[in-house]
């Protein structure tokens, strides 16, 4: 689940139920719940809060809704069993972890260009491409490999992985914090 920008809700991928829903931070009540497609595993809001992208794991897919609205706008075709998402901070790229399955991993991340919605690039991490996180200034995205046991560093300029770092057994999600 992720809290929208303005913190005013929390929009929860239901991965059995195929939708999600949207809870209103206040009062702690589901005030919505929103068909999106086939095994949704986690959200990420675009950082204007105007759209939420929604990982499809069974459909190799990503949907967007449009938050105003509450309706999906659109499916974006990704890589094999898309799993965590994130958005750059200035809102013009969302980056797709294609995990795979567990006999056949995948070890890619599908580049979502916001404006247009369609996959502008595709980056070889490590096996099972899981969770995403992007820096504060978006120079870079980090991927946690949970077959590889790595993060991978992204160069979000060049889209290349510019650092892979072994880490503790099968990683999975990740957060990033600037140090002073």
Do not use: C
């Amino acid at each position: 689940m992720r809290l929208s920008p303005d913190g005013r809700e929390l929009y929860v991928a239901n991965v059995t139920d195929n939708s999600v829903s949207v809870i209103d931070a206040e009062n702690l009540k589901e005030s919505a719940r929103i068909p999106v497609g086939k095994a949704p595993v986690q959200v990420a809001f675009t950082p204007n809060g105007a759209q939420v992208y929604v990982s499809l794991r069974d459909e190799n897919s990503v949907a967007v809704i449009d938050t105003g609205t509450r309706e999906v706008t659109g499916k974006i075709q990704v890589g094999r069993n898309p799993i965590q998402l994130f958005s750059t901070p200035d809102g013009r790229k969302m980056y797709v972890a294609n995990q795979g399955s567990d006999s056949d991993p995948d070890n890619t991340v599908s580049v979502i260009d916001i404006g247009t919605q369609r996959v502008v690039d595709t980056v070889t991490t490590g096996m099972g491409a899981h969770g995403v996180v992007a820096s504060d200034d978006g120079k870079w995205v980090f991927i946690t490999n949970n077959k590889a046991d790595t993060v991978s560093a992204i160069d979000t300029a060049t889209q290349a992985v510019v650092g892979t770092y072994k880490v503790g057994s099968a990683p999975n999600g990740i957060t990033y914090r600037a140090l002073p």
